[in-house]
């Protein structure tokens, strides 16, 4: 099983990325795949989710209003559009994949190597 996020990089508070988590080696249709972030010295946080048919989404407080996750079944892959990005964003940026819960990294079995965001002030 392999998760690729990419899309992460350098972008001016107020700016926009997406980020893709492309996925191989399990039913992707099966998997409700989360988005986590962890920033220096800080613990990992659970950002958005999405269950296995997109009809179910969760975005947390920090980020509700900015950030939008979405999936496309036929391509394995979900996308977490950000915007007005913060420099609080700055962190690395993970996607996980799950079968049983939306909320909380207790819940995902695989995950990939993350990507890095920075948002300069």
């Known amino acids: 099983v392999q998760l690729q996020a990419s899309g992460g990089g350098l972008v001016q508070a107020g700016g926009s990325l997406r980020l893709s988590c492309a996925s191989s080696g399990l039913i992707f249709r099966n998997y409700n795949i989360g988005w986590f972030r962890q920033a220096p010295g800080k613990e990992r946080e659970s950002v958005s989710a999405?269950?296995?048919?997109?009809?179910?989404?969760y975005h947390a407080d920090s980020v509700k209003g900015r950030f939008r996750i979405s999936r496309d079944n036929a391509k394995n892959t979900v996308y977490l559009q950000m915007n007005s990005l913060k420099p609080e964003d700055t962190a690395v940026y993970y996607c996980a994949a799950g079968r049983r819960g939306l909320v909380g990294d207790r819940y995902y079995g695989y995950w990939g190597p993350g990507t890095q965001v920075t948002v300069s002030s």
């Open positions: 999405i269950d296995r048919n997109g009809d179910s989404v």
